[in-house]
Each structure stands twice: as C-alpha cells, then as structure tokens.
C-alpha cells in the first residue's frame, strides 16, 4: 500500500517557467512533510520542509503548498533552471517526526534551455 | 562539517554471499536510519537506530540486520544475498531521536549477480 502518492512521474519545463509536483497522503497521522532532491549517483538532499500548521512555505525559488483537508502537499520551482533537473521525493512521517519517513515514488524533472 | 559517510560506495557480490554496509553520521547525530532504493523508486525504510537501540524496523526479510556502534556508527548486514536486492542502500542521521532532518549520505551501490 503506496502511503503518498506522487504525480507527475516525470516533468519537462522550460528554463524560467515554473515546475509543479504534487503529492497526496492518506493517513492523516502524517505530520512532516519533507521534499527531497536526488540527482544522479547522489543521496537524497533536503531542500525545504512543512509541517500542517502552516499552509505555505517559502525558501529562495522552492515552495511547499499544504492542503491539510484534501492531504495533498505541492512542490512548486519558480524560474526553473536547468541545474534543477534531477529527481524530486516527497516525503512524510508521523507522530512529530518519531516514525521514519515515508517517500512518494519521485518525479524526474527536466529543465530545458 | 563532514556529512554522512558511507562505505562503500559501489560493491558487486554474488548471489548467497554477504555483505556489511557502514555509515557514519554527521558529528553530533545520535540517530541512525538506514534505506533501500530500488532503480526508479523512493527510498524504502528498513531500520531506525538511537543511542545504539533499534528503534523501528522495516518490512524487510530477517535476512536484514543492522547495529549501532558507541561512536553512533552504524553497519547494515545482509545475509543470503539475492537478486532483488540490488539497490542503492542509503544512511541518513539526524540530531535526535526523530525521523525529521534526516540528513542523507551518498549511498551504496550494491549489485548482486
């Protein structure tokens, strides 16, 4: 059973637009909501973070969108660049932050010149 | 500041070996996770350490085990190695006992033949 369902699968923007993934979770114990970056080779890197009692979140060019009624969280890439292109997670955990994580399956994003 | 280390970083073993994967965390982490990722797809939780204790485990085989040590490194073990567990396994550390800023290290290839 897939707790957070991720979407697209894959994304492909052009340099300057703005990327969009979305996520959706159903256990409404969830109270973390992490969003990871992977490039190639590479672990996971920690990029920005939101917890439930806030609706949005704000750091450089990323942005975490949370609809705690709907249990969706977005990402959103404002002036993509196309250093941005890798795979982005999102994430979840539970009971502030004591169960471990548990990741959406990745959306492969690419930024075009 | 050093990150999470992991060694090593690529290994080919074959099917029915074993094999010891190590990780270091970042200075002053306590807390030691360990993940699974399969080709084009999140990372999997397998097991959870705090100040040397198990703290959570995965759905995986008892095939799986792991400890941690007094300096909070960690080692995952593998017995009775099959195909399917060829994966990126991933550490990652964070301050406390918590799930949240989880810190990722760079992974391990491993590929069983």
């Known amino acids: 059973q897939q707790q957070v369902k991720q979407s697209p699968q894959s994304l492909i923007v052009q340099k300057g637009g703005i990327s969009i993934i979305n996520c959706a979770y159903e256990?409404?114990?969830?109270?973390?909501f992490p969003w990871y970056q992977q490039f190639p080779g590479k672990g996971p890197a920690l990029l920005i973070a939101?917890?439930?009692?806030?609706s949005e979140k704000k750091e450089g060019r990323f942005t975490i969108s949370f609809n705690k009624s709907a249990k969706q969280f977005s990402l959103h890439i404002m002036d993509s660049q196309p250093g941005d292109s890798a795979t982005y997670f999102c994430?979840?955990?539970?009971?502030?932050?004591?169960?471990?994580?548990?990741f959406g399956k990745g959306t492969r994003l690419s930024v075009i010149a | 500041d050093a990150g999470v280390t992991q060694s090593p970083t690529h290994l080919i073993k074959t099917r029915g070996q074993h094999v010891t994967l190590r990780c270091s965390p970042i200075?002053?982490?306590?807390?030691v996770s360990w993940y699974q990722q399969v080709l084009g797809q999140g990372p999997q939780f397998i097991f959870q350490?705090?100040?040397?204790?198990?703290?959570g485990r995965g759905n995986f085989p008892d095939r799986f085990s792991a400890r941690q040590f007094p300096n909070y490194s960690s080692e995952l073990n593998v017995n009775a190695l099959l195909l399917g567990d060829s994966a990126l396994y991933l550490c990652?550390?964070?301050?406390?006992?918590?799930?949240?800023?989880?810190?990722f290290g760079q992974g391990t290839r491993l590929t069983v033949v």
């Open positions: 200075s002053g982490h306590k807390s």
């Open positions: 350490y705090y100040e040397k204790e198990e703290r």
């Open positions: 990652a550390s964070s301050l406390v006992d918590r799930g949240t800023e989880a810190f």
């Open positions: 939101i917890r439930p009692d806030v």
């Open positions: 256990n409404t114990a969830f109270d973390y």
């Open positions: 994430a979840a955990s539970a009971n502030s932050g004591n169960t471990p994580l548990v």
